[in-house]
């Protein structure tokens, strides 16, 4: 159920916000992604994996990043050492890609657009950030882009047993946040996200748009 505005420019208690991405009314909540939706990290997250790589002596093609960008560390580690012959074990390479997070969190910013539907909302509807990230990871990249105050909880993949494309995150979300899953609004910018708002029964925004329109 893909929920994409008119093209007018929709208006909040007179904040402008972007006309492809603005929330259609009635809604009771909105759930948010967080890295390529609320933040702007996949310049970032590449850079602290081809560092997090580098010191195994693996050498990450960005093509093939940017191909599996969004699943979960694990995920990509074992994508990574099948598609390229290496055994760098998990644990070690995921514990080396967080000390160089933590170096360049502050360089990560915000999605402006996305940013201004949740600074609008805020206050008006419950809103939470349901990633397939680390809490490790997603907590502070929040907090680093000011916007952790808006949203009533942060969902990530240490608290389901499955991330998406399963519809588990986002009705976690729904539940913490006391409303019905079709009363939800998703925003997300990947296929795997959409398709756990759908399992979900959730309506949602695809970001992308964003960008193709740019």
């Known amino acids: 159920m893909q ?23 009635p809604y009771a909540a909105l759930i948010f992604d967080c890295d390529g939706t609320l933040a702007n990290t996949l310049p970032v997250h590449c850079q602290i ?22 699943l979960p560390a694990a995920e990509l580690i074992a994508a990574f050492n099948q598609s390229f012959g290496y055994t760098i074990d998990e644990n070690t390479l995921d514990a080396e890609r967080q ?9 990560v910013q915000e999605v402006d657009a996305v940013a201004a539907i949740a600074r609008a909302n805020s206050g008006k509807v419950p809103m939470a950030v349901a990633s397939n990230g680390q809490k490790s990871i997603v907590e502070p990249t929040v907090e680093a882009i000011g ?29 913490r946040m ?37």
């Open 3 to 25: 929920c994409i505005s008119s093209l007018k420019t929709q208006n909040l208690d007179g904040q402008a916000l972007n006309e492809l991405i603005a929330p259609s009314p």
């Open 49 to 70: 994996w081809m560092a997090a790589f580098r010191k195994f002596g693996a050498e990450v093609p960005e093509a093939w990043y940017y191909e599996r960008t969004g």
């Open 99 to 107: 000390k160089h997070f933590a170096e360049l969190i502050h360089q």
């Open 147 to 175: 916007l952790r105050s808006l949203f009533h909880t942060i969902v990530t993949l240490d608290d389901v047993s499955v991330g998406k494309p399963a519809p588990d995150l986002f009705l976690l979300a729904a539940e």
């Open 178 to 214: 006391g409303v019905e899953p079709h009363g939800c609004i998703v925003y997300e910018d990947s296929d795997t996200g959409l398709e756990a708002a759908r399992r979900a029964g959730m309506r949602w925004v695809d970001v992308r748009v964003l960008w193709r329109e740019s």
